[in-house]
């Protein structure tokens, strides 16, 4: 009971990711260490959560599509496994249908969450500043209670249960269970090379590939190497770096403190996420230090830029303060003179800048930056390093927390003027780009050293004897690993399924292992 309890309280730490501004400590490489603390095997809990990222890898929350929940899984599978001795094979396999589950079952509470969203709108068109803050953690508390009874619960009733299961399968199941969970991490990075893949950049993968195959280069190493390229290809770029004026045509209202109040606040984007709005209920609770301030004898204004908070905005967590800064400039300057601009004008201004700036956040930040604090955590957590987890989060949250600062005092220094300014010395595309150049380097060596796909098929022909493996590793090291890695990526743009894929993926693997040619 304690165990299960403590687990269900993991997960709830898990959640508070949307506390602190999506950190990403929600990932198994991170709470697998925790469920192997509670259970007494941190070892053991260590090496199931790196494998369970490495199977996780692809899955990006994207839009609201969530195919498989990293966190529930990545629990459930790491508890379930050292709780009943299957190993990390068993908790690969169980990762998926867990994940798969709760995705589903998790819908039940944004269905609810509903209601709030009502009482939410209602204190935002009465100006009701007070309420914002309840609602907005009102949701995150439901949200965590909902969480912590049924992984709780799961726990509880369930591990014996799957236990048995496990402990019954004979051993050429299991044997084919360790070779099917080894191919998984191929459709992560199949579905990671499809969000960043062009064909300027596209050699690199490969070169990735080759450091790690022909070299035995480690992640590591790959990354460096990458980061070090793509600080080359953006410092030589014939038109050189930009400059932009920090020239405003107002007085700020806003003192650094009043950012910095921002700043903290934006990390709680998520806590209220919904369907109806996903990230808007959060970015009103961000910016109302700023609103109001900037309407403070004006309740017709500050109940009319709620509003306008509230409405539909999907943006990458990590760089949604870009978008707050600016936003924050044009309604100080509307709240100042009413009669200069449109207020219709910073709904579109949010808008417009909602899908390139998710674009490019999305791919750098959940495709990206996250592939690299993996691959290096996970080449660390296979080994049993109790450093991995430290090493995910901090690879990964230096660079977002620095991103989202600056970002903020920056944009709502420049005002409307940046994106003007970024769009004629063309750096969000120059940023993208070796940004790409970084995470296909970085995947075309993990390809290389963490999907393992080979066959122990011997041919004797004319009295000679072929190692299969052997052969096919004199042609390229590695060769069926990238062939399964690009056949996933060209499935993904056909959209098959991403559950589809990886219980296909999984089954095939253990069917071709038990006939012998895996």
Known sequence: MLESVLIGLISVI???TYLTGTSMIDRPIVLGPLVGLVL????????????????????????????????????????????????????????????????????????????????????CENAEVEKIPKLHFLCFAIWSTFWFVTTFVTIQFGSSVVGDFFNSLPEAVNNGISAGTAILPALGFALLINAIWNKQTAAFYFIGFALAAYLGMDTIGISVLAACIGVLFFTLDPMGLPSFS???????????????????RSLTLEASFTYERYHGTGYTYSVLPALTKFYKDDKEGLSGALVRGTEFISITPHISTLVMGITCAMEEQYSQNKESMDPNSITAVRAGLMGPLAGIGDSIFW???????????????????????????????????LVRYFGLMKTYELG?????????????????????????????GMTASMVSVQTPLVFNIGGSEIVMQEFLDSIMPGMLSLVVVFVMSKLVKKQVSTIVLMVGLLASGILLAMVGIL
Not at 246 to 264: A, C, G, V
Not at 369 to 398: E, Q
């Open 14 to 16: 898990g959640l508070c």
């Open 40 to 123: 007494g095997d941190l070892t053991q809990g260590i090496i199931v959560g790196a494998s369970i990222e490495l199977a996780f890898m692809g899955v990006m929350y994207v839009g609201g599509a969530v195919p498989v929940n990293a966190l529930a899984g990545g629990i459930i599978a790491t508890a379930i496994a050292i709780k009943t001795g299957t190993g990390v094979e068993a908790a690969l396999a169980l990762a998926i249908p867990a994940g798969a589950l709760f995705s589903l079952v998790e819908k039940i509470y944004y269905i609810g969450i509903q209601y709030i969203l009502r009482k939410f709108d209602t204190a």
């Open 246 to 264: 920090s020239e405003n045509n107002h007085t700020p209202m806003l003192t650094k403190k009043d950012l910095k109040r921002i700043f903290w």
């Open 367 to 401: 495709g990206i930056l996250r592939t690299v604090a993996a691959g290096i955590a996970c080449a660390m957590g296979l080994k049993g390093s109790v450093f991995a987890p430290i090493a995910f989060i901090l690879v990964y949250n230096i660079p977002h927390i």
């Open 416 to 444: 409307i003027q940046l994106v003007a300014r970024m769009s004629e010395s063309k750096l969000l595309e120059r940023l993208s780009k070796c940004a790409g150049i970084i995470g296909l380097m970085v995947i075309g």
